[in-house]
Nanobody, 126 residues
Framework: QLQLVESGGDLVQPGGSLRLSCAAS????????IGWFRQAPGKEREGVSC????????YYADSVKGRFTISRDNAKNTVYLQMTSLKPEDTAVYYC???????????????????WGQGTQVTVSS
């Protein structure tokens, strides 16, 4: 059974940076595309970024383009989300999710994904 564990969430000031990690156990992560999602209080879960199994394809939400970078280290069974120039509106619980294959244009649809982590809190506030 694949398990995903997110880490790296924290309280950070506007303009700051964080790196989130999504570590997998139970299976080799290189069999899955990985997406990062976030959910703020009272809002729907939204897709933030997605990376294919070989890292050859990536997607980003318009709201994070140029500020967030997704990457993966299959040897470490881990996917990362480097977040820079953080804004208060980035405050949310961040989740990683695994898709067996490649969701393509539907990468931001949560129902496309097979496995989910428990989430890590990111708070951007002065």
């Amino acid at each position: 059974q694949l398990q995903l564990v997110e880490s790296g969430g924290d309280l950070v000031q506007p303009g700051g940076s964080l790196r989130l990690s999504c570590a997998a156990s139970g299976i080799t992560l290189d069999s899955y595309s990985i997406g990062w999602f976030r959910q703020a209080p009272g809002k729907e879960r939204e897709g933030v970024s997605c990376i294919s199994r070989s890292s050859s394809n990536t997607y980003y939400a318009d709201s994070v383009k140029g500020r967030f970078t997704i990457s993966r280290d299959n040897a470490k069974n881990t996917v990362y989300l480097q977040m820079t120039s953080l804004k208060p509106e980035d405050t949310a619980v961040y989740y990683c999710a695994a898709h067996y294959w490649w969701p393509g244009p539907n990468w931001s649809a949560a129902h496309e994904y097979n496995y989910w982590g428990q989430g890590t809190q990111v708070t951007v506030s002065s």
